[in-house]
C-alpha cells in the first residue's frame, strides 16, 4: 500500500486500486505551499471531523475527481447543503462497504464544528479492512479506554495517530494507544502545522516508540512510502 502525505492530517491511500484521501487542509497549510491540490488523485474523500484544518479542501478535489466524500451524517448533510450529494454518511459503530474495502466509523474524543460554525456531529476516526492491510485512522482525539476494543476486534496493521499535543494526544498518549490498539507500525499526525503543535524532539518521539518496540513512522511533506 502505498502513502503519500499532504501535510498535517492529510494522507492518500492506494488502498484496493483506488486513492483514498483523508483530512484535506493544503491551500491553507504554509508548509504544504508546495503540494498543488489539483495534481491529488482522490475516489473518496474520507474526513474525520468538521474543522477546518481537515476540511478545508475537501470539496474543491471531491469536485475536481467526482470523489465520493465519507464523513458522519452531518458533515455529509452539510456538503449536501453546498449542493454536492456525491457523500455516504456514517455514523459511530456503522461501517459501509466500498468497492475498495470495507470502513468502520469509531469514536474519536475531540470536538467538531464546521468552519461556517455549522454542527459538524461527533468527531470520529476511520477503521479500514479488505484484502489490504487492516488501517486506523484516528483523526484528531484524546487517548481513550475504548481504543482497546479496536485493538480487540480490529487489530489494525498499520494507524495514523496524532502526536503534536494540545489540541489531541501527544507522544506519551500516542503510545498508550498504540499499545491499546494493538499496532506496532505508527504514522504520526498532526504535528507542526501550527505553533502550538510544534514538535521540538521528533528524534525523541521516534525513540520513546523504538523503546516500546514500535515503529513511528514520519513522513515529509509530499513523501510517498510503501508498506
Ligand atoms: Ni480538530
Ligand atoms: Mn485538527
Request: charge should be negative; proline fraction near 4%; glycine fraction near 12%.
Amino acid at each position: 500500500m502505498e502513502i503519500t502525505f499532504y501535510g498535517h492530517a492529510c494522507f492518500a491511500l492506494k488502498y484496493g486500486g483506488k486513492n483514498i484521501l483523508f483530512d484535506p487542509f493544503i491551500s491553507g497549510n504554509p508548509l504544504a505551499s508546495g503540494i498543488n491540490i489539483d495534481e491529488i488523485k482522490a475516489d473518496y474523500v474520507l474526513l474525520s471531523h468538521g474543522h477546518q484544518d481537515h476540511v478545508l479542501d475537501a470539496l474543491t478535489i471531491a469536485k475536481k475527481n467526482d470523489a465520493t466524500i465519507v464523513s458522519n451524517f452531518e458533515i455529509t448533510s452539510w456538503y449536501g447543503t453546498k449542493g454536492y450529494e456525491k457523500c455516504q454518511p456514517l455514523n459511530q459503530g456503522g461501517k459501509w462497504k466500498f468497492d475498495f474495502g470495507t470502513v468502520k466509523y469509531v469514536n474519536a474524543i475531540h470536538s467538531s464544528t464546521l468552519p461556517d460554525g455549522s454542527n459538524g456531529g461527533n468527531p470520529g476516526g476511520f477503521i479500514l479492512s479488505g484484502d489490504e492491510k487492516t488501517v486506523y485512522f484516528a483523526g484528531d482525539t484524546a487517548l481513550f479506554m475504548d481504543m482497546q476494543l479496536i485493538g480487540r476486534y480490529n487489530r489494525p496493521d498499520l494507524a495514523f495517530l496524532p502526536i503534536g499535543d494540545c489540541f489531541t494526544m501527544g507522544v506519551e498518549d500516542a503510545i498508550i494507544a498504540s499499545d491499546f490498539i494493538e499496532c506496532n507500525e505508527i504514522i504520526g499526525m498532526h504535528f507542526d502545522t501550527f505553533p502550538y503543535i510544534a514538535m521540538s524532539d521528533k528524534d525523541g518521539a521516534v525513540d520513546a516508540f523504538k523503546a516500546k518496540g514500535k515503529n513511528l513512522h514520519l513522513f515529509e511533506i509530499g513523501e510517498s512510502k510503501t508498506f
